[in-house]
């Protein structure tokens, strides 16, 4: 089983920046991939990044180039860096690990605004 514990959201102005941080607590060799997800509109989470246990990365097509997913493995980390932050970036994000089995497991969401 995991624990994740997400922080690092906020208020922030169109083309800031933020970074989002998630501390999971469980054995990291179960890990297949570590990610970030927000709830948007639909409240059907959607991938926003992920970066698996060989460290390739996915990114949503509209966060291409502005956001950046890296992991800490000795501190079993996961966070996401967003810069030239969007309104449309506005959003509850999830944290998530998918292990090998596999099975997701969530933080609790972060919400990040964007607004002048």
């Known amino acids: 089983r995991f624990s994740l514990q997400a922080s690092g959201g906020g208020l922030v102005q169109p083309g800031g920046s933020l970074r989002l941080s998630c501390t999971a607590s469980g054995n990291i060799n179960s890990i297949e991939r570590m990610g970030w997800y927000r709830q948007g509109p639909t409240r059907q989470r959607d991938v926003v990044a992920v970066i698996t246990s060989r460290g390739q990365t996915i990114y949503k097509d509209s966060v291409k180039g502005r956001f950046t997913i890296f992991r800490d493995n000795a501190k079993n980390q996961v966070y996401l860096q967003m810069n030239s932050l969007k309104q449309e970036d506005t959003d509850a994000y999830y944290c998530?690990?998918?292990?090998?089995?596999?099975?997701?497991?969530w933080g609790e969401g972060t919400l990040v605004t964007v607004s002048s």
């Open positions: 998530n690990v998918r292990t090998w089995l596999p099975r997701d497991y």
